[in-house]
């Protein structure tokens, strides 16, 4: 299996108030658990289920997702900026890992 | 004669629509449906309350404050753009907890939530998501006052994404 990368894509710095947009993406293949491989045997689910941004320390966005959700799962969304902190961002994978990064966001 | 062909728009659409009905409700009138697209369009709208009903355990109000933004045909069911938008202050007082996306005809329904908070977060959000057959879309937004907003959305796909 590919080596599961985040990556995010967030301003370096926004005006006080402002909103700005934020895209994060891992490559994952998102394995449903509803596919067999050659043998007939079902391949086991390995999903990330959940998907967490935090700001200064509180969740502000926060996804759970499901098997419906399209490998190398992408999100694109928007918060506002109070104050510089730091972004920080998780994806939960099936079994417990977890894969992150982190951003310092200076507010002008 | 006339009366019995219908558009070829119509025909499809009454097809469609019969055989989502068909899956909830074994006894049904297929000449009558063929013949009446309101009737086939408002089972459908009822067949999703339902469903978002059972889901949450509350009854969804349809809202244009809510947009469930996808194409209404894709030529592959593996990555279907989901664009989601409500309308919404995001004060503490009113805001948008969060908006749950299902697919009714994927081997498995859910498709995501997303959470949002007052203030920092706006509810707006675009992904991609898998389709195994042509379907209505769901979405459902809960406000901090409970109040549960529901949009749906046409998706017609090629292929089958979940396979």
Known sequence: ?108 | MFEKSPAPGQTRRALLLTGAVGLATVTLDLPANANDEHAGASEDTYDAVELIKRLTGKTPVASDRLHLLMPRTFPNGYTVPLGIEVESPMTESDYVRYVRVVAPRNPLIEVATFHFVPRRSLPRVSTRIRLAEPQFVLAAAELNDGTLLMATTWVDVATNGCA
């Open chain 1, 1 to 108: 299996m590919a080596a599961v990368m985040p990556r995010v894509q967030v301003p370096s710095s926004v005006s006080k108030g402002e909103v700005f947009q934020i895209k994060a993406l891992i490559s994952h293949r998102m394995e449903t658990g509803l596919r067999r491989d050659h043998e007939g045997n079902v391949i086991p689910r390995d999903i990330i289920n959940k998907f967490v941004c935090r700001y200064n320390g509180a969740d502000v966005f926060t996804v759970d997702l499901h098997e419906a959700v399209s490998a190398n799962p992408y999100f694109e969304f928007y918060l506002r900026a109070t104050e510089s902190g730091p972004l920080e961002f998780v994806w939960y994978e099936d079994g417990g890992k977890l894969y992150s990064l982190a951003h310092q966001l200076a507010v002008e």
